[in-house]
């Protein structure tokens, strides 16, 4: 059975610090990997698409590791409103249903 | 402006009744999904669809049903047969061109049993 596994959390992280959380995935066919955030009853929004070794935008790093089978994402310096819940995405191939979503890691930044 | 469009964004179901969530993109997207959400729960597929006309179940389909007559348009019914509808509906979209492109979703529907 496909799987992605996210610890869910809570993340409690002061404001001002980095923090990191992974995500690993079961099929090792998996080709392109996606966080996404998603803030209380909202829609996902994409943050980062990662097809190779990893990805960086402003204070956000991704990096995915094929040989341990996980993706991490990495924030700097965080700010009030990067509390929401990350989701990783995992796409496998096997046309549109190669698609396996993580349930998210909730991450709350502490004044 | 280029999105998804979900609508309503909160509905009322009653017993026994259908109900169907409108999805409208302007991304000239080929391929379309339906997810529904439930509290502290990941997002789980019920229907996709690849091309106009053509469209496949997901995970959780029963109590379902959708159709794709226009490229743009991917309406989802939730029949009386889906006995616990109670939840956060997701509409995405993507480019299915060259390598795989990532969903962009809708701002969803919320729906409740009356």
């Known amino acids: 059975r496909k799987e992605v596994e996210q610890d869910p959390g809570p993340f409690n992280v002061p404001e001002g610090a980095t923090v990191a959380f992974n995500c690993t995935y079961s099929?090792?066919?998996?080709?392109?990997f996606f966080w996404y955030r998603q803030d209380c009853r909202k829609e996902p929004k994409l943050l980062m698409s990662?097809?190779?070794s990893g990805n960086e935008d402003g204070r956000f790093t991704a990096q995915l590791n094929r040989a341990s089978q996980y993706i991490s994402l990495l924030i700097r310096d965080s700010k009030l409103s990067d509390s929401a819940t990350y989701l990783c995405v995992v796409y496998s191939g096997g046309g549109a249903d190669g698609l396996t979503f993580g349930k998210g890691t909730h991450l709350i930044i502490q004044p | 402006d280029g999105g998804i469009t979900q609508s309503p964004k909160y509905l009322f179901r009653k017993e026994g009744q259908n109900v169907t969530l409108s999805c409208e993109q302007n991304l000239n997207h080929d391929a379309m999904y339906w997810y529904r959400q439930d509290p502290g729960q990941g997002l789980r597929l019920i229907y996709y669809s690849q091309i106009v006309n053509d469209f496949q179940k997901g995970d959780i389909a029963e109590g379902y049903s959708v159709s794709r007559e226009k490229k743009e348009s991917f309406p989802l019914t939730v029949t009386s047969a889906q006995k616990n509808p109670t939840a956060f509906y997701l509409c995405?979209?993507?480019?299915?061109?060259?390598?795989?492109?990532?969903?962009?979703f809708g701002d969803g529907t919320r729906l409740s049993i009356l």
């Open positions: 995405a979209s993507r480019d299915a061109g060259t390598g795989f492109q990532p969903q962009h």
């Open positions: 099929n090792s066919a998996s080709q392109s």
């Open positions: 990662v097809y190779s």
